[in-house]
């Protein structure tokens, strides 16, 4: 508040509340005009464009805790060398509202668990009535988890005023299964005050195994003695592994070692020509989960 009488009176008016006891003295450069916090950032004292900027006005600064929502009225008094006040009170400012500076709590979580290619984050909605979004953030790494500067921010949930519910959930579902994940949760006011991270949870996401591949037929070809074998898997990304035994027989012998995503099919040079074969195939995952071995199919 920038005036050029430096204290406060209350006898004529009750409504205010002396800030300042002592008077503030014009010479005291203190009191020295200032750039306030809501000037624009290239506000310039002695800008003579600008007549708030002026040499001769002095500036008084007054502090909130930051938890005051009120709007404020300011006025002055003028105070001789002998103490004495002016009779009268200045003009009242025009309202003051103080920004809110106090940051929400930190938010808590109360339960994850990893389903497939997924986790389920649930956390306990913030007291404070002016909550507007809250900030999930992810890594796979555990140091990493110690500062959310070094995370991931992977999703923002908005709060619509007035329907906030007891409990928060967010269904992460681009976790990459198979590894610990870490996440920490920050939550925003309406003011864009941004509360401490909460503490640091991890969750793993897991991916069911392969369904049963399917086989198809086995083609014998008498002339060659080589058997052409062709499968489906579900999916492209599924290495394979051929397997035959005697047919009726107990013991199934691998014919491949596991071969690449995308191979599906295989001509095989059994070791007797003249007898009955039973082939089957699995398929196996990214993490070494191997499906169910396909149906048994015969040689023809």
């Not at 900030?135 to 500067?149: E, F």
Request: hydrophobic share 35%; net charge neutral; glycine share 4%.
């Amino acid at each position: 508040m920038r005036r050029s009488a430096p204290s406060l009176n209350t006898r004529s008016a009750p409504a205010f509340t002396m800030l300042t006891v002592a008077p503030l003295a014009p010479q005291d450069h203190a009191n020295d005009n200032r750039r306030g916090p809501d000037d624009p950032d290239n506000f310039r004292i002695g800008d003579p464009t600008n007549p708030l900027a002026s040499t001769a006005l002095c500036a008084y600064v007054d502090r909130f805790d930051g938890r005051l929502t009120n709007r404020y009225f300011y006025r002055a008094a003028s105070v001789d060398a002998a103490h004495n006040r002016s009779k009268d009170l200045s003009l009242a400012t025009p309202p003051v509202a103080v920004p809110k500076v106090v940051a929400p709590r930190a938010p808590v979580f109360t339960r994850v668990f990893g389903g497939d290619g997924q986790v389920s984050l649930q956390w306990i909605s913030n007291i404070e009535p002016d909550i507007a979004s809250y900030r999930v953030y992810r890594t796979d790494d555990a140091d990493r988890a110690r500062d959310v500067d070094l995370m991931t921010l992977v999703h923002t949930q908005p709060v619509e005023p007035g329907t906030r519910a007891a409990v928060q959930t967010w269904i992460d579902t681009s976790a990459e299964a198979g590894k610990p994940l870490y996440y920490r949760l920050v939550a925003e006011d309406s003011s864009g005050n941004r509360s401490e991270p909460s503490a640091s949870i991890s969750a793993r996401a897991f991916q069911s195994p392969p369904a049963q591949p399917t086989l198809a037929t086995p083609v014998w070809d008498s002339a060659h003695q080589k058997v052409t074998l062709t499968w489906t898997a579900s999916n492209q990304n599924l290495e394979s592994q051929l397997e035959r035994r005697m047919h009726g027989k107990v013991m199934w012998m691998g014919v491949t070692t596991w071969l690449p995503a995308g191979h599906y099919t295989h001509q095989d040079e059994p070791p007797k020509s003249d007898a009955v074969f039973d082939y089957r195939v699995r398929t196996r995952d990214t993490l070494g989960q191997v499906s169910i071995p396909s149906i048994p199919e015969v040689t023809q």
